[in-house]
């Protein structure tokens, strides 16, 4: 079965000692970036991974024109 998926992630990570609650690292190494941080200083270290996923496509409403479409079928 062939099915339409979209799949982002947002991952972003700080440092309580040194940044507080802002984020200070972000995407794919964020989170490994952290965790080394922690390693190398012991410091409390957060990572927030926020993932959303979709399937499939909204159908287009009934009477909705593709503007592309109209231009291109317009009498010039």
Known sequence: MNRDTF???DV???CFV????????WGGPAQGTAARH???TGHATWCDVYMSVRYGEEAP???QLDIEAAIAGAPA
């Open 7 to 9: 799949v982002a992630r």
């Open 18 to 25: 040194c940044h507080g609650g802002d984020a200070h690292w």
């Open 38 to 40: 922690h390693d190398a």
């Open 12 to 14: 972003r990570a700080g």
């Open 61 to 63: 409403a009934p009477g």
